[in-house]
């Protein structure tokens, strides 16, 4: 059974650019989330994705935006990038059952993102 | 909206001394409840969590439980470790009628333990 799985571990871009992030799932997962970790502080949700739809959303301008795919890995995209968004970036998955969404997710090792 | 917070690190003991990590949280219904650990360079990784109020989470000596009365999450040890060295985050996940809510996470508290 293969974990979380995050690409790039480390990326540099320049304020203005646009970025790709790419996540897969843990095997039998079909529910993939977004977190933003700036340094030193907890993680905060951007997104989430169930059954290649988006299904909660955080507090993040529409810049940030994500799909999921038929094998249930995601993208992360992120337009007109700010130097704020430096940040290491998490994936993770968990299995939703029908009628009530799984507790428990799993996090990859993340992509640190700079923005110079 | 929800939020959780925890105690400021970093948090300095020695080895095999008692730890308490204390996490309080504000939430409408009822969450289920987690603490993870994030090693340096590394990714998150779920440590124990409750679902409902009263449960008490485990996992390598670690123990959390879930006080509504109180709103409390506290995760304790008897004896830490070297190994136990890392930044600590306490987490909530809700449930509304479309589903679960994303995580949301406290600030994190960086356990720092002396040989």
């Known amino acids: 059974e293969t974990g979380v799985t995050q690409s790039p571990t480390h990326l540099i871009k320049t304020r203005g650019q646009q970025v790709t992030l790419r996540c897969s799932s843990q095997s039998g997962h079909n529910t993939v989330s977004w977190y933003q970790q700036a340094l030193g502080q907890g993680p905060q949700f951007i997104f989430q994705y169930y059954r290649e739809e988006e299904n909660g959303r955080g507090n993040f301008p529409p810049r940030f935006s994500g799909l999921q795919f038929p094998n249930y890995s995601s993208e992360l995209n992120v337009n007109a990038l700010e130097l704020d968004d430096s940040a290491l970036y998490l994936c993770?998955?968990?299995?939703?059952?029908?009628?009530?969404?799984?507790?428990?997710?799993?996090f990859g090792q993340g992509t640190r993102l700079t923005v110079v | 909206g929800d939020s959780v917070t925890q105690m400021e690190g970093p948090v300095t003991l020695s080895e095999e001394a008692f730890l308490t990590i204390n996490c309080t949280y504000t939430?409408?219904?009822?969450?289920?409840l987690f603490w993870y650990v994030q090693y340096p360079g590394e990714g998150l990784q779920l440590l124990l969590k409750?679902?409902?109020?009263?449960d008490k989470g485990s996992n390598k000596g670690f123990e959390a439980t879930y006080r509504k009365e109180t709103t409390s999450f506290h995760l304790e040890k008897g004896s830490v470790q070297v190994s136990d060295s890392a930044v600590y985050f306490c987490?909530?996940?809700?449930?509304?009628?479309?589903?679960?809510?994303?995580?949301?996470f406290g600030k994190g508290t960086h356990l720092i333990i002396q040989p």
């Open positions: 409750a679902t409902k109020a009263d």
């Open positions: 987490a909530l996940r809700r449930y509304s009628g479309g589903g679960a809510d994303g995580l949301t």
């Open positions: 939430a409408t219904g009822y969450p289920s």
């Open positions: 993770a998955s968990s299995l939703a059952s029908k009628g009530r969404m799984g507790t428990e997710a799993f």
